[in-house]
């Protein structure tokens, strides 16, 4: 029986699951669940992921969530997997552990603040809170600095490593979720990080031709967002006229 990965492409880390599983040619049901739609919520899902969250993964009789325990197990449980996405040497293991960890509590805080109270509220018809997108900035861009001046100071890819591991692909996927924005705000916030935009294009060479076909559920969105602004400013702009 495949592998089943339940995954939303708007996603960051179902995005960073299916890049994984298509790179490392294992075998599996790709099954949407679309977020935006609640389907998360549903009785169903619930009872593969009682959080509520994707991704989440069924293999046989075996149901997981959070995505980088995921990864982890999809890097011991398929053999073909190669080493330098998850090493055995523990004390590298480790290491990719730290960044992980560091991850949800800054990187993915400051990504998902802003761009949720900046795009993705009045999407789903909820209030933007321009206070906390302008917080969860800052948190942005000192994770940006940290990235730029510690995690990659040693090496191409994070901890100093000269190949992907896991904790790339998972912060990598996360960043692009800033192709939500305009792209003068995408550009003001990753173009004074030039480690961070090379290890950005690095990724994705390293995990072609399927991270930009993953990803391309997000660009497709992000045109549609970006032509509503544009014309919700040409209305603006002839109603100031009037």
């Known amino acids: ?141 000192k994770s940006l600095s940290k990235i730029e001046n510690f995690w990659l100071k040693d090496g191409r890819f994070l901890v100093g490593s000269s190949q992907p591991s896991i904790a790339d692909i998972s912060l990598v996927c996360e960043i692009m979720q800033l192709e939500l924005l305009s792209e003068k705000d995408c550009d003001r916030i990753l173009s004074p990080y030039k480690k961070v935009v090379k290890w950005i294009e690095d990724t994705k060479k390293a995990t072609a031709p399927h991270f930009d076909e993953v990803h391309d559920f997000l660009f497709k969105a992000q045109k549609r967002i970006r032509e509503r602004k544009a014309t919700e400013s040409g209305k603006n702009e002839v109603k100031s006229k009037l």
């Not at 294992?26 to 593969?48: H, M």
């Open 1 to 141: 029986m495949a592998l089943k990965v339940y995954a939303d492409r708007m996603s960051q880390p179902s995005r960073a699951i299916l890049i994984f599983c298509k790179i490392n040619d294992i075998d599996f049901e790709e099954i949407r669940v679309d977020v935006l739609k609640n389907q998360q919520f549903s009785p169903e899902y619930k009872a593969i992921n009682p959080m509520s969250q994707v991704p989440a993964i069924i293999d046989g009789r075996f149901k997981l969530f959070e995505s980088h325990a995921i990864l982890i197990y999809l890097s011991c449980a398929f053999p073909g997997v190669a080493s330098h996405w998850y090493p055995g040497d523990l004390s590298n293991r480790a290491k990719i552990h730290s960044v992980l960890d560091w991850h949800h509590s800054n990187l993915r805080r400051g990504t998902v603040g802003l761009v949720f109270n900046t795009i993705l509220a009045p999407l789903v018809g909820l209030p933007s809170n321009l206070q906390t997108a302008k917080e969860a900035e800052k948190i942005l861009m």
